[in-house]
């Protein structure tokens, strides 16, 4: 019986150390999958724009769009600061309308009680930059890299400040911003943007969610060099607790990895 007692002993403590280390993940799988619905987000009356909590900090932008007749979504973050807003893209509007972008404004005034000071653009589409004219309407330091700068020209958009290619990390007040040029991927110029205060990472239309099946528009981008790109975002980043890609749902770093799958399969 002694030596029974003692097998059964050894098993229960090993089973308990095995579980004080898996509960921390699951522990963050749980609170990441519940930040999703909680606290309730905050919507204009037309519900164009939606604004969600990820922390104190931090909060997801959200505006909506139709592609090939199927609306979809879009996010970007709103930065809370000691010295104001950084917003991490605009509202999914067009050249020629920036309402949704220009409301964002309105509401990120109404409802976190702080101004944009500053705006990064991850890459010339009009889900990214659409809102662009909004921002330097209202003064705004809008910063791109250069290759982003020169595309939105092209595009018909006002030039960003390209000057993230020389001065990716940004301190501003008590906040550090890094942004990040991996390679080509959904398009030529997608960015990524490091939060390292809170390991977050704003993976832009670089990045699918877990839910995606396809890889979506492909009119721009490099799926022969994509998946490359993605590995040196994880390599840059071992410690990301929390990925939001630029559409769909946010979560862990598992989003890179299925990225890296929908690469492959598309390659098939």
């Known amino acids: 019986m002694k030596t029974s007692k003692g097998w059964i002993g050894k098993v229960v403590v090993s089973l308990l150390l095995t579980l ?13 999958q519940s930040n999703q619905s909680s606290p309730t987000p905050i919507t204009n009356p037309e519900k164009t724009i939606v604004l969600t909590k990820l922390n104190d900090k931090v909060w997801a932008h959200t505006s909506y769009n139709e592609w090939n007749g199927t609306t979809y979504d879009h996010k970007g973050l709103i930065i809370l600061t000691s010295k104001g807003v950084v917003l991490i893209d605009t509202a999914w509007d067009t050249v020629d309308n920036y309402q949704k972008t220009e409301e964002l404004l309105k509401m990120i005034k109404k409802h976190l009680k702080k101004k944009v000071v500053l705006a990064l653009v991850t890459h010339a589409h009009d889900d990214s930059i659409g809102g662009i004219q909004a921002l330097l309407n209202q003064g705004i330091d809008v910063r791109s ?53 809170y390991k977050l990472l704003f993976g832009g239309c670089l990045i699918k969610s877990l839910d995606a099946k396809d890889l ?53």
């Open 216 to 268: 979506g528009n492909l009119s721009d981008a490099n799926v022969e060099q994509w998946d490359d790109s993605v590995k040196k975002v994880i390599d840059r980043y071992p410690h990301v607790k929390t990925v939001v890609p630029g559409h769909g749902d946010w979560g862990n770093k598992s989003l890179l990895y299925h990225t890296i799958a929908l690469i492959k399969q598309h390659k098939k």
């Open 145 to 197: 890299t250069h290759l982003t700068a020169k595309l939105a020209k092209e595009y018909g958009y006002p030039s960003p400040n390209p000057t993230l290619d020389v001065n990716p990390v940004m301190k501003v007040g008590d906040t550090v911003v890094e942004s990040f040029y991996p390679g080509e991927g959904h398009s030529q110029d997608n960015i990524t943007v490091w939060l390292p205060q």
């Open 20 to 32: 004080s280390v898996a509960m921390p993940s699951f522990h963050y799988q749980t609170m990441a």
